[in-house]
């Protein structure tokens, strides 16, 4: 049996959580899906594994609130499910960073789509690759000559990019992240911090790799699930040749 792994997020104000966690809730029971909902003021962030037929009603469900249209989903596949249980959590923030005012929804910062940041770095333009994740996400893959913060948690990136060589605010700056979410907030905070040039990948590397595969990028890409790293196919690192 295959399952789908679906993940997608969006910025967007809510209220009425409480009423939507128990109905987010109520739909994944009935549908039989597997990981982690969050939902908060300021949006919503979906982490959900399933067959085919169970995602596709779930998808087609969330699009249906008007909250959510053009909610982007990235899928990918794997023979085992890869979360333990459903979880439905209401957070202050759907990715944590604590920078008040600050506000994706509002004010994005420019994205770059995954198959023009190929181009430029077939080019050999230059542009600066920010890796916004924690050190053991980069351990396990990055971009090649990336840059990162060692961070430990992405709370720790306001002050560490305080730490970045003054220089770059006059580069092209290009933010990425697993799926995108964290460079939603990342890239506001350089153009907040005076970088001139900032940009955001869109969909993240995950993105990246659905486009282009894994041309630029050394290693593989650490995934918060039973799955672990995928590589540059979208394939999970328990996958082994019949």
């Given at each position: 049996?295959?399952?789908?792994?679906?993940?997608?997020?969006?910025?967007?104000?809510?209220?009425?959580?409480?009423?939507?966690?128990?109905?987010?809730?109520?739909?994944?029971?009935h549908l039989g899906l597997k990981g982690t909902i969050l939902v908060s003021p300021e949006g919503i962030n979906v982490f959900v594994a399933g067959p085919e037929r169970e995602i596709g009603e779930f998808k087609a469900l969330l699009l249906a609130d008007d909250h959510f249209v053009g909610l982007r989903f990235k899928e990918s596949r794997s023979a085992a499910q890869p979360f333990?249980?459903?979880?439905?959590?209401?957070?202050?923030?759907?990715?944590?960073?604590?920078?008040?005012?600050?506000?994706?929804?509002?004010?994005?910062?420019?994205a770059l789509a995954p198959a023009e940041l190929k181009r430029w770095l077939d080019e050999g333009r230059e542009v600066v690759l920010l890796d916004t994740?924690?050190?053991?996400?980069?351990?396990?893959?990055?971009?090649?000559?990336?840059?990162?913060?060692?961070?430990?948690a992405f709370g720790e990136f306001p002050q560490a990019v305080d730490g970045l060589d003054p220089s770059l605010k006059d580069k092209t700056v290009v933010t990425f992240c697993t799926g995108g979410i964290r460079c939603e907030k990342a890239a506001p905070v350089l153009i907040g911090k005076g970088f001139r040039d900032v940009y955001q990948l869109q969909g993240g590397i995950l993105q990246y790799f659905e486009d282009?595969?894994?041309?630029?990028?050394?290693?593989?890409?650490?995934?918060?699930?039973?799955?672990?790293?995928?590589?540059?196919?979208?394939?999970?690192?328990?996958?082994?040749?019949q």
């Amino acid at each position: 049996m295959q399952f789908i792994n679906l993940a997608g997020y969006k910025f967007v104000k809510l209220d009425g959580l409480a009423e939507l966690r128990a109905s987010l809730r109520l739909q994944c029971e009935h549908l039989g899906l597997k990981g982690t909902i969050l939902v908060s003021p300021e949006g919503i962030n979906v982490f959900v594994a399933g067959p085919e037929r169970e995602i596709g009603e779930f998808k087609a469900l969330l699009l249906a609130d008007d909250h959510f249209v053009g909610l982007r989903f990235k899928e990918s596949r794997s023979a085992a499910q890869p979360f333990k249980r459903m979880l439905v959590k209401i957070k202050p923030e759907i990715i944590t960073l604590r920078v008040p005012g600050l506000d994706p929804a509002a004010n994005p910062a420019p994205a770059l789509a995954p198959a023009e940041l190929k181009r430029w770095l077939d080019e050999g333009r230059e542009v600066v690759l920010l890796d916004t994740r924690n050190a053991f996400e980069v351990e396990a893959g990055t971009f090649r000559n990336a840059l990162h913060l060692d961070l430990k948690a992405f709370g720790e990136f306001p002050q560490a990019v305080d730490g970045l060589d003054p220089s770059l605010k006059d580069k092209t700056v290009v933010t990425f992240c697993t799926g995108g979410i964290r460079c939603e907030k990342a890239a506001p905070v350089l153009i907040g911090k005076g970088f001139r040039d900032v940009y955001q990948l869109q969909g993240g590397i995950l993105q990246y790799f659905e486009d282009s595969g894994a041309v630029h990028f050394d290693g593989r890409c650490f995934v918060f699930d039973e799955r672990n790293t995928l590589d540059g196919e979208l394939r999970p690192e328990a996958v082994k040749a019949q």
